[in-house]
């Protein structure tokens, strides 16, 4: 039996040790507040997401810097914890994301439908949109403030280029204001054509309001003119005037609605054009995956004669789609 004999000191040193062992692994985690995780929970970070995106108490981190979750937790969620009632959440800035699901919904959350947000892609984020066929968006975030990107009409009979920048910042927690210009040409590419071509020049001012993290109200502006021909420029007589009010909930951490009215008029040096006469209502799903993400939804024109003539073969509007993709 003496083979089997351990000497007293190496006995209390192993369950000093294997003690120790199991009061880490049972190591409770923080108690953190909604949009916040503990940090044993977490496996791997997102690269190029501040920790500081949103305030989070010792012990947890911010749940936009989450990319996965670690297989073998630091720590462990008490039963107690997990059903008590989750305290109130101090309200989120804007510029964080209006919904529990990040990773998805931020490569969209920089637009209602057609409406611009006060609100960008992740920093270093690459999104590209096509809307229908042949207009696609390419949008590169700089840094939390700032996105420059370029609407491309791809050459079937026509092409055309818009570079475009953006700028947005929090005035609150909860209300954020953004603006951008554009500009660019298109027409036919054919050689010769090229008197025919369209040039046009605008921008856009947005306020966006987060009612609570998965609802959001925008309101905004987009302003544009232009001309024919480069050769010999012929400028449009006044600027199109499109004000735009939306709204978006997410109701599940991979689909939003939207719904947005606009009313687009003509404003020049003797006034206004079909001010009030035209609205365009819009709105749809948007299912949002981590690199692939598009809309399907309806556009109705609501003015007299689409409701008299049109409107019965087409009740619920016209439909539209897109699809984008992160890169």
């Given at each position: 039996?003496?083979?089997?004999?351990?000497?007293?000191?190496?006995?209390?040193?192993?369950?000093?040790?294997?003690?120790?062992?199991?009061?880490?692994?049972?190591?409770?985690?923080?108690?953190?507040?909604?949009?916040?995780?503990?940090?044993?929970?977490?496996?791997?970070?997102?690269?190029?997401?501040?920790?500081?995106?949103?305030?989070?108490?010792?012990?947890?981190?911010?749940?936009?810097?989450?990319?996965?979750?670690?297989?073998?937790?630091?720590?462990?969620?008490?039963?107690?914890?997990?059903?008590?009632?989750?305290?109130?959440?101090?309200?989120?800035?804007?510029?964080?994301?209006?919904?529990?699901?990040?990773?998805?919904?931020?490569?969209?959350?920089?637009?209602?439908?057609?409406?611009?947000?006060?609100?960008?892609?992740?920093?270093?984020?690459?999104?590209?949109?096509?809307?229908?066929?042949?207009?696609?968006?390419?949008?590169?975030?700089?840094?939390?403030?700032?996105?420059?990107?370029?609407?491309?009409?791809?050459?079937?009979?026509?092409?055309?280029?818009?570079?475009?920048?953006?700028?947005?910042?929090?005035?609150?927690?909860?209300?954020?204001?953004?603006?951008?210009?554009?500009?660019?040409?298109?027409g036919p590419f054919?050689?010769?054509?090229?008197?025919?071509?369209?040039?046009?020049?605008?921008?856009?001012?947005?306020?966006?309001?987060?009612?609570?993290?998965?609802?959001?109200?925008?309101?905004?502006?987009?302003?544009?003119?232009?001309?024919?021909?480069?050769?010999?420029?012929?400028?449009?007589?006044?600027?199109?005037?499109?004000?735009?009010?939306?709204?978006?909930?997410?109701?599940?951490?991979?689909?939003?609605?939207?719904?947005?009215?606009?009313?687009?008029?003509?404003?020049?040096?003797?006034?206004?054009?079909?001010?009030?006469?035209?609205?365009?209502?819009?709105?749809?799903?948007?299912?949002?995956?981590?690199?692939?993400?598009?809309?399907?939804?309806?556009?109705?024109?609501?003015?007299?004669?689409?409701?008299?003539?049109?409107?019965?073969?087409?009740?619920?509007?016209?439909?539209?789609?897109s699809i984008g993709?992160?890169?």
């Amino acid at each position: 039996m003496r083979y089997f004999k351990i000497p007293a000191a190496i006995f209390v040193c192993l369950t000093i040790t294997m003690l120790s062992a199991a009061a880490l692994a049972e190591e409770p985690c923080p108690s953190c507040p909604s949009g916040c995780v503990p940090i044993g929970l977490v496996g791997e970070f997102r690269a190029g997401v501040s920790a500081d995106v949103r305030v989070c108490p010792a012990g947890c981190t911010a749940l936009e810097t989450v990319k996965s979750m670690a297989e073998k937790p630091l720590c462990s969620l008490q039963a107690e914890a997990a059903t008590a009632a989750v305290p109130p959440a101090e309200p989120q800035a804007v510029a964080a994301t209006a919904t529990e699901a990040p990773v998805y919904a931020d490569n969209t959350r920089n637009r209602i439908i057609l409406g611009r947000t006060a609100l960008g892609i992740q920093p270093g984020d690459v999104t590209i949109t096509g809307y229908g066929a042949g207009l696609w968006q390419f949008e590169y975030g700089v840094n939390e403030n700032l996105q420059l990107g370029a609407f491309v009409v791809l050459p079937v009979m026509v092409a055309g280029v818009f570079p475009s920048i953006k700028a947005h910042v929090n005035l609150t927690d909860n209300i954020a204001l953004g603006g951008g210009a554009f500009g660019g040409v298109f027409g036919p590419f054919a050689d010769g054509l090229m008197d025919v071509s369209i040039w046009m020049i605008g921008g856009h001012a947005e306020m966006t309001f987060a009612i609570t993290r998965n609802n959001v109200i925008n309101i905004g502006m987009i302003a544009l003119g232009g001309g024919f021909g480069l050769s010999d420029t012929d400028a449009f007589d006044g600027a199109i005037l499109i004000p735009n009010i939306g709204f978006r909930t997410t109701f599940t951490p991979r689909w939003s609605f939207q719904v947005e009215l606009s009313m687009p008029f003509l404003a020049g040096p003797e006034g206004t054009y079909m001010a009030g006469d035209l609205f365009l209502l819009f709105y749809g799903f948007r299912g949002h995956g981590e690199l692939i993400f598009g809309d399907i939804g309806f556009a109705m024109p609501l003015f007299e004669d689409y409701i008299k003539y049109i409107w019965k073969y087409t009740p619920m509007g016209i439909p539209y789609f897109s699809i984008g993709f992160k890169i």
